[in-house]
């Protein structure tokens, strides 16, 4: 079956940095996504990498490990506002998303 | 620049009622698609589509109806609704399938009892 895992939730202060993770296992691979989603609200693009490597984005910082199965999200210079939780979700071979259950980030002052 | 509506924004039915869900998009994206999202749980995909005319079933498309008569507008019908359709909806567009962000509608919380 397809899996994407993530931590179902992090704490991290103000000013600091955090990493969020998510392996996956999916039927092909056509790129990975990762979302930001405040309570009650929709999801928001921050990212999508298809190739190995860093993607880099102001504050947020995507990496990919194909061969791993392995992403990561990082969040720099962390503010209060940063608080939401981090979906990642990855595009199998029939181009569907295939979306994990999300991290819940915690900012603390 | 409206990008995706949805609408109602709440909703409460009695179990065996119907309504529809209305989705809107005004980017001319070709891509539009209805997730649900529960609580401790990934975004599941119920129908999408990929232009006017053609739609799909996704992961979990029972008790769910969809129709895509333009470009623009893609709503979801539930028939006869049952506790289990208790959710969060979400509409999404995007202009192609690879690599490309969906937009998403602000979503509507239903609550069936």
């Known amino acids: 079956g397809q899996n994407i895992d993530q931590p179902t939730e992090m704490t991290a202060t103000e000013g600091a940095i955090v990493q969020i993770n998510c392996t996956y296992q999916?039927?092909?691979?056509?790129?990975l996504f990762w979302y930001q989603q405040h309570a009650g609200e929709a999801p928001t693009f921050l990212s999508y990498?298809?190739l190995d490597g860093l993607e880099e984005k102001g504050r947020f910082s995507s990496f990919l490990s194909r061969s791993k199965g392995y992403s990561y999200l990082l969040l720099k210079e962390l503010q209060m506002k940063d608080s939401a939780s981090y979906l990642c979700?990855?595009?199998?071979?029939?181009?569907?998303?295939?979306w994990g259950a999300g991290t819940k980030l915690i900012i603390k002052p | 620049n409206a990008g995706v509506t949805q609408t109602p924004k709440f909703r409460i039915l009695k179990i065996g009622q119907s309504m529809t869900l209305q989705c809107a998009q005004d980017?001319?994206?070709?891509?539009m698609y209805w997730y649900r999202q529960d609580p401790g749980m990934g975004l599941k995909l119920i129908y999408y589509?990929?232009?006017?005319?053609?739609?799909d079933k996704g992961e979990v498309p029972n008790g769910y109806n969809v129709s895509r008569s333009t470009t623009e507008d893609f709503p979801l019908r539930l028939e006869l609704a049952a506790p289990s359709q208790t959710s969060v909806y979400f509409c999404?567009?995007?202009?192609?399938?690879?690599?490309?962000?969906?937009?998403f509608g602000q979503g509507t919380r239903l609550t069936v009892v």
């Open positions: 999404a567009s995007s202009y192609s399938e690879e690599g490309t962000e969906a937009f």
């Open positions: 980017m001319n994206h070709n891509y």
């Open positions: 589509s990929v232009g006017a005319g053609i739609t």
């Open positions: 999916t039927s092909g691979f056509n790129g």
């Open positions: 990498n298809v």
């Open positions: 979700a990855v595009m199998d071979s029939n181009y569907q998303l295939i």
